[in-house]
């Protein structure tokens, strides 16, 4: 069965990111078969042959995966946006240079997980504006989950590109 995906509100925003739980319903969206050129397209490559689901892309596993609204601007150099949604996936194990979804004292942080053997762990952003953070035993810390894909409206960015 394909299906799409569909949201409700479970935890606030508490700093970058706001998270929603998945939820699965019963429609489809087309698939063109044919590449996408981002050159001179062939029209006669324009038509549709099969249907496609979004979770059957980018959820491996409906029971552990939830969706988060990004909020802040500490990832922009990865092109990830305030308003862009997160899909995270709280039963992968996080592994170094993951991007992950982190509660850190209580905060939820959306980061790049850094794992060194002497340095430790460190959440490195995608913005110069923001240092990392080093944590330490003394740091309120767990990865909430791994963060999957990035889903992003980009026609609303549209108006500021400069093409």
């Not at 479970?10 to 970058?16: G, H, L, R, W, Y």
């Not at 998270?19 to 489809?28: L, P």
């Not at 997160?86 to 592994?95: N, T």
């Not at 923001?130 to 026609?155: A, C, S």
Request: glycine content about 4%; hydrophobic content about 45%; aromatic content about 10%.
């Amino acid at each position: 069965m394909a299906n799409i995906i569909s949201i409700f509100v479970i935890v606030k925003s508490v700093a970058d990111i706001q998270v929603y739980r998945f939820k699965k319903s019963d429609n489809e969206l087309p698939l063109f078969l044919s590449q996408i050129r981002c050159g001179f397209p062939s029209p006669a490559d324009d038509y549709l042959e099969e249907c496609l689901s979004l979770d059957d892309i980018c959820i491996a596993n409906a029971a552990s995966t939830f969706l988060g609204r990004v909020t802040g601007h500490s990832l922009k150099d990865l092109l990830i946006y305030p308003g862009d949604i997160a899909v995270i996936d709280k039963s992968l194990k996080p592994e170094h240079r993951d991007l992950v979804l982190c509660a850190i004292d209580g905060e939820f942080n959306a980061k790049i997980l850094h794992i060194d053997k002497l340095q430790g762990i460190r959440l490195l952003s995608a913005n110069t504006d923001f240092q990392p953070i080093i944590i330490n035993e003394l740091t309120d810390f767990r990865v909430w989950g791994v963060i999957t894909y990035i889903i992003q409206n980009i026609k609303s960015r549209s108006d500021g590109w400069h093409y």
